[in-house]
């Protein structure tokens, strides 16, 4: 009768988890500003840094972020997360002056002249 | 008063709304599904808009702004130029991986990787027309890492080398399907029209383990064009003053909405008699070639899939030897030496390649290959017949561990070969069948370092079973220098006569030393290949330049010695000793001034063998080669511009195999002089469609006096062809044209 209870209660437990299973390839996008292809590595070395990060993939020119990540393990919230931490904004989020500052000085996408330079 | 109140309160309302650009974005399918969450935003600034539920959106609209960008997850990035506010309705295309990368800055003809693990050289089609003749083994003379020479002073054959070592110990694939191996291998790159060849890979040292167990040197690869990309309409007639004419024409059409067709003709023939140096002997064969292939192009973008299905049918004759040879009545005879060698081929052959739409890294790819190739052959007395099956198949899953710094490939191949040889009456019959498992991991971490790490499991009739280890890496030392470094073990069977057919025109008694080993008698072939390279980018007066080293060493575990040291006899026997091949190659690429591009290189051989005579030089290998290309275009006006090259080859001496047991009148010098050659060719591009080219090869008119040995007595036991070691034909100079239709 024990040994029922238990089976009963691993199989409730177990619906539970498929009822609730999250995509392991989730796919998101996110509008991250930058300037160049270091920053692309930047932003991309960050994301996969973010563990549950499958691939990240940055375009210099829309400024979009596709992303696929394992649901289970990570959020697009943490993943936002580390992404300013290295100096980058989103849309959602901004980065932090401390963390802009490290970017190198050709990556300062804040700053118009530099967007320029970038321009052709 | 009132009024005037309602003015001020309206006022503002007229400053802040400033024009907007509405519209709406849809899913290009049957449905037109709106797509919401699509980002819409004016290129180079951050105004921007996200789609709704309904695909709209409204963004602000200034008359500066006039690209306008639309980008969704898995749809193509579409820019719009907008040049007045009216509403806008656009549809996006599905993306997938299979999409080309258009990269829309200049490519150099030919460059190295900065990011690949491996030293891959890139060869793109703009380098090959620097060559204008005429199939693969000729498109080599304007790379100074891979060295062609002739193979025999008769069939007018040229072999190639890298790293000192001879092509048989390089894989040369088409489209990473083994083509060139086995029965083609002597005649084989002159079987691949140039025109077909839309790019070239050179891998330098161990290659990837993915494509077989057999490349020692390195690998070529050469990327045929498709018919989705290549012109509608291509033809290109060339014309020399040897007598050589070339016709090649493509045909391309697009069948349906995903299926294309290209039909590729190639026909060159020589039919004048040349003896420039007055030995009786023909200096170049006289050659009908006639090679067809049909190539099927299946693409489906939504799902993933491309395909490709190629038919190919070659057939090629050639005849060489004395002046007065009539091969009606002169065949197989001592009246007069003479040969021919008639070649049929066919091969068939599939890709297919899935991209999970969903999962970009996840890939199958699926090859499979067979040909049939039928030589039938004599030269002088010898006679030699050569009939080749051919089977190959390979199945390679992607994937990724974790994310995507993480690369693994893996599969399994299979390979059947059937020989049918006959030499002379000897009946040289065997089945060679291997089964083998890879699996090969990648790690880049985006920036300063990448690792390939390889392994292969075979199992093999008559090799036995044994592993092939693979391993490159590549480190960003500093801003534009990258350092690599490859090592790997490879493992053949040793095809001795079809790799080594000049030994027919010769007088010499061929002997096979070994008898207990399964090829022939003898073993296997197994060598460690270690690889360096250093290359660095940098600016000099402002204009790039770039700079590379490396060196690489192959060790011989075991090595079927060829040993021509007898003049009276080549002898086959597995190596007892040492036998390696050192390489070192500078090589430094400059442009001098706008559209001048420069490359000179420098190459330094150490390639010696344990014979059974002593350790020596390995013959017919220069210890020192100079190599320098310029190469020159004017700007584009009226859509018609000039295009300049000019290659200069300079080798060192080369030591000939011994001659000690002929006659003194039939003895040679221990080396060879030093040969120079210089190749000049001016293109005038009339418009993209029309281009003409005029051309020398060789203009210094260099010669090789006496390339034949005992050419006035043929049948003597000193006769030999093979110390050739320069050009056997003057100058020649050529003229084309190509015409082409987008």
């Given amino acids: ?120 | 008063m009132k009024k005037l109140l309602y003015i001020i309160l309206v006022l503002p309302l007229f400053a802040v709304s400033q024009t907007q650009l509405q519209g709406a974005i849809f899913e290009d399918n049957v449905t037109k599904s709106p797509l919401p969450g699509a980002n819409v935003f004016w290129l180079g600034t951050k105004v921007g808009d996200v789609t709704d539920f309904d695909g709209k959106f409204s963004i602000l609209y200034k008359k500066d702004y006039t690209k306008l960008i639309i980008s969704y997850v898995g749809f193509k990035t579409d820019t719009l130029t907008v040049l007045e506010p009216k509403p806008i309705t656009h549809s996006l295309k599905p993306t997938s991986e299979l999409d080309e990368i258009k990269i829309s800055s200049r490519n150099k003809a030919s460059a190295i990787s900065y990011l690949s693990s491996q030293n891959v050289i890139m060869v793109s089609s703009d380098e090959l027309l620097k060559a204008a003749c005429c199939n693969l083994s000729e498109s080599f003379e304007t790379n100074p890492s891979i060295d062609v020479n002739f193979a025999d002073a008769v069939t007018g054959t040229r072999q190639i080398k890298m790293l000192g070592l001879t092509s048989p110990y390089i894989l040369i694939t088409t489209e990473n399907i083994p083509s060139i191996r086995g029965a083609s291998q002597a005649f084989g790159l002159s079987f691949i029209p140039g025109t077909w060849v839309e790019s070239i890979q050179i891998t330098k040292g161990a290659g990837s383990v993915v494509n077989g167990h057999e490349s020692i040197a390195g690998q070529i690869n050469a990327e045929l064009v498709k018919p989705s990309t290549d012109d509608k309409l291509f033809i290109n007639l060339y014309g020399a003053s040897n007598a050589r004419l070339e016709l090649n024409t493509h045909f391309n059409t697009k069948v349906s909405d995903k299926w294309d067709t290209g039909i590729y003709l190639h026909g060159s023939t020589l039919n004048t008699k040349h003896d420039v140096n007055n030995d009786g002997f023909l200096d170049m064969p006289l050659y009908n070639q006639v090679n067809v292939m049909n190539r099927w192009q299946y693409t489906n973008p939504e799902k993933g899939i491309v395909s490709f299905i190629n038919l190919k049918y070659l057939n090629d004759q050639k005849q060489a030897g004395q002046l007065d040879f009539n091969p009606d009545i002169d065949k197989l005879t001592t009246n007069s030496w003479g040969t021919e060698i008639d070649t049929e081929r066919y091969e068939v052959s599939a890709k297919l390649g899935y991209v999970n739409p969903e999962l970009p890294w996840q890939s199958i790819g699926v090859q499979a290959a067979y040909s049939g190739h039928e030589q039938d052959s004599y030269f002088g007395l010898n006679s030699y017949d050569i009939q080749h099956s051919s089977l190959y198949a390979n199945v390679i899953y992607n994937t990724i561990i974790s994310d995507s710094r993480h690369k693994i490939k893996t599969g399994i191949s299979y390979t059947y070969d059937q020989y049918k040889e006959f030499v002379n009456t000897v009946d040289f019959n065997r089945t060679d069948n291997s089964i083998g498992g890879f699996i090969e991991y990648n790690y880049f971490n985006l920036d300063k370092f990448n690792i390939t790490a390889g392994l292969r499991v075979d199992r093999h009739n008559l090799l036995g079973t044994f592993i092939t280890p693979r391993l490159h890496m590549r480190y960003t030392t500093w801003e534009k220098g990258v350092f690599r470094a490859s090592v790997g073990r490879g493992k053949r069977s040793a095809n001795i006569f079809a790799e080594n057919q000049k030994l027919f025109s010769t007088s010499r008694n061929i002997n096979t030393l070994n008898t207990t080993g399964e090829i022939y008698g003898l073993d296997p072939e197994i060598a460690w290949n270690y690889g360096v390279s250093f290359l660095q980018g940098f600016r000099l007066f402002g204009r790039k330049a770039e700079l590379t080293a490396d060196f690489h060493r192959t060790n011989f575990k075991n090595q079927v010695v060829v040993d021509y040291e007898n003049a009276q006899e080549v002898n086959f026997y597995n190596l007892d000793g040492e036998s390696y091949a050192n390489s070192f190659q500078v090589e430094l690429h400059y442009e001098l001034f706008n559209n001048f591009n420069t490359r000179v290189a420098y190459k330094n051989y150490d390639v010696k063998t344990q014979f059974n005579s002593g350790k020596l030089e390995r013959p017919l290998t220069p210890k020192h080669r100079f190599f320098a290309n310029a190469s020159f275009e004017t700007e584009i006006k009226n859509n018609s511009k000039w295009k300049f090259d000019a290659t200069y080859n300079w080798l060192g001496a080369q030591r000939l195999s011994s001659t000690q047991n002929n006659p003194i009148q039939y003895q040679l010098l221990e080396y060879s002089k030093t040969v120079a050659t210089f190749n000049a060719q001016v293109t005038k591009v009339f418009s993209p469609k029309f281009e003409i080219y005029l051309g020398g090869e060789n203009i210094f008119n260099t010669r090789q006096d006496n390339p034949i040995v005992s050419a006035d007595n043929p049948f003597d036991s000193s006769f030999d062809t093979t110390f050739v070691y320069g050009p056997i034909f003057g100058a020649n100079y050529f003229a084309g044209l190509r015409f082409k239709i987008k």
């Avoid at chain 1, 996008?29 to 930058?34: F, N, Q, Y």
């Avoid at chain 1, 100096?87 to 300062?108: F, S």
Wanted: glycine residues 2%; neutral net charge.
């Fill in chain 1, 1 to 120: 009768m024990k040994i029922l209870k238990s089976t009963v209660l691993v199989l409730a437990l177990l619906m539970v988890s498929l009822t609730f299973a999250q995509n392991k390839n989730e796919r998101a996008s996110l509008e991250v500003d930058g300037v160049c292809l270091m920053c692309k590595k930047r932003i991309e070395k960050a994301s996969l840094n973010t563990k549950g990060v499958k691939s990240a993939t940055w375009d210099v020119e829309t400024h979009e972020l596709k992303l696929i990540f394992d649901e289970r393990k990570t959020n697009l919230e943490t993943i936002t997360k580390s992404i300013v931490a290295v100096g980058h904004d989103t849309k959602e989020l901004k980065a932090i002056d401390a963390a802009y500052e490290t970017v190198h000085p050709c990556c300062k996408y804040r700053d118009e002249e530099v967007n320029d330079d970038h321009k052709n």
